[in-house]
Each structure stands twice: as structure tokens, then as C-alpha cells.
């Protein structure tokens, strides 16, 4: 196991932009959190997410909710 500290080392073995990364971390519940203002993860917790969400088994829907049509609405 190796730590990932702080969010530019996070993005860096993950290969994505840090909002990108901000919104895996929310939305598809990647392996990482803010502890006292640092980014912190682990690069065999990022490689099981990653294995996870290939195979399907770490698939979910997003957290973020979906904009209603106004359609409709008198």
C-alpha cells in the first residue's frame, strides 16, 4: 500500500483533473477524504475502486440528482 497525500498526487495516478476527481469522489464514491484540509487516499483502495467500477461490481447511479422539466408545471 502506498498513500496518496493531497490532491494532486491523487489526480496524478488516478490520470484525471482534479474537478473531475472532486466529482468521482462525490458521485461514484471513490476511496478518498479530506482529513484536517489534505486530499488523502491509497493507491491499492484506488486500484480496488477502479477494478470495481471496470467489472461493474462498484457500478451506482449518481448521488446527484437529475433536473426536473418545468414541462407542465401551471
Known sequence: ???????????????????TMLDIIRDLDFPAK???GIWESDTELADRWRVGQISGEGAKESRTPEKKSKKGIA
Do not use: D
Not at 1 to 19: H, P, V
Open 1 to 19: 500500500m502506498a498513500a496518496l497525500s493531497g490532491m494532486k498526487a491523487i489526480c496524478g495516478y488516478m490520470g484525471r483533473s482534479e474537478s
Open 34 to 36: 479530506k482529513i484536517k
